[in-house]
């Protein structure tokens, strides 16, 4: 019969796909819980809308960059830990929608050691300045009631982009992002009467570009501060800088 070998070929593949099937199966069945959270959010339609308008990060980490974004946590089969940090997201990406931050100039990202607050300096200070803006300081008052909601441990990164020269009162934007985290500090400190054991501050200058520096635009996205959020666990197992 003519091609009555062509069946053989469709078998072959069928038989290959099948057994493809099976062993993703046998490797989603091994993969502990926490794998699959994040393998299903590489499927929803939220990620890749990240994706397609969110800025990219050249510091590495996790690609889930919004990482529980519209996630509903009674119909997930994760730990406690991983539903607060996901209630936290939420609250988080809350506030800064009440805000009325531009997307451009803040966002939150979120991996297996905490979640990442990122706002912009054009917002939080005043030019070349570590004074806080009213913008600033009630920004400032929503991490305060984060902190004690959630008894989370947080670093604040402060960073600057090549334009900003810090002076006169900083000899360089190193000492200009160290002393924007340090307002930042000061401010939760004093204001909002949390417990310094449970903040760190770091500074990096123009070392740590979340996108390349071509554009205003770009540099402005640069000139940002970050609040890492932790759980007490985690700080306590790695510095997280």
């Not at 926490?34 to 308008?53: C, D, L, R």
């Not at 939080?124 to 300045?129: D, R």
């Not at 204001?191 to 570009?209: E, F, H, M, W």
Request: with cysteine.
């Amino acid at each position: 019969m003519a091609g009555g070998g062509s069946w053989k070929v469709a078998y072959a593949d069928f038989v290959t796909a099948l057994m493809a099937f099976f062993l993703l199966m046998w490797i989603l069945n091994m993969a502990p819980e926490e794998s699959k959270v994040v393998i299903a959010e590489y499927f929803t339609p939220e990620y890749w809308e990240y994706k397609a308008s969110g800025p990219t990060s050249q510091q590495g980490g996790s690609p889930l960059q919004n990482l529980g974004k519209n996630v509903d946590d009674a119909n997930l089969n994760i730990s406690e830990s991983q539903q607060t940090q996901f209630a936290l997201n939420k609250e988080i990406k809350q506030m800064l929608m009440a805000d009325a931050l531009p997307e451009t100039e803040s966002g939150v990202k979120s991996d297996e050691m905490g979640t990442l607050m990122y706002v912009s300096s054009d917002i939080m200070f005043e030019p070349n300045s570590a004074v806080l803006t009213p913008k600033g300081t009630e920004l400032l008052n929503g991490v305060v009631k984060i902190i004690r909601k959630y008894n989370v441990f947080m670093v604040i990164r402060g960073h600057a982009d090549p334009s900003e020269t810090g002076q006169p009162k900083y000899p360089s934007n190193w000492e200009l992002s160290a002393a924007r985290a340090s307002s930042c500090l000061d401010y939760l400190i004093k204001t909002g009467s949390i417990n310094p054991q449970k903040l760190r501050i770091v500074a990096y200058g123009d070392t740590r570009p979340m996108v390349a520096n071509e554009t205003p635009e770009d540099r402005a996205l640069n000139r940002r501060v970050e609040f890492n959020f932790f759980r007490p666990e985690v700080l306590s197992k790695s510095l997280a800088y």
